[in-house]
């Protein structure tokens, strides 16, 4: 098993910056990437980024330019650096973590709000 905790959402202003943080625990071997995931009110929940083991990441067309994925290994956490954002951008999101077997484990999830 994973544990995840998503923490650092809020409310900002449009243009502004947030940084979230996901701290894993637990059985940590194995994992092939951890992600964000964003889910808006009355929307499915959509890919933000990824960074696999190797360290290769991967954005949304909507966030690329604007968002960073990074990781701390040694403190079992993940980043989302979110500048320069948009009303658009509210949702809550959600850190994914992706076993090597297929198995995954999803946090709890944390608000994120931008007013214009």
């Known amino acids: 098993q994973v544990q995840l905790v998503e923490s650092g959402g809020g409310l900002a202003q449009a243009g502004g910056s947030l940084r979230l943080s996901c701290a894993a625990s637990?059985?940590?071997?194995?994992?092939?990437?951890m992600g964000w995931y964003r889910q808006a009110p009355g929307k499915q929940r959509e890919a933000v980024a990824t960074?696999?083991?190797?360290?290769?990441?991967a954005y949304a067309d909507s966030v690329k330019g604007r968002f960073t994925i990074s990781r701390d290994n040694a403190k079992n956490t993940v980043y989302l650096q979110m500048n320069s954002l948009k009303p658009e951008d509210t949702a809550v999101y959600f850190c994914?973590?992706?076993?090597?077997?297929?198995?995954?484990?999803w946090g709890q999830g944390t608000q994120v709000t931008v007013s214009s």
């Open positions: 960074i696999w083991s190797g360290g290769s990441t």
């Open positions: 637990g059985s940590l071997f194995s994992i092939l990437a």
């Open positions: 994914l973590a992706t076993k090597v077997t297929g198995d995954q484990y």
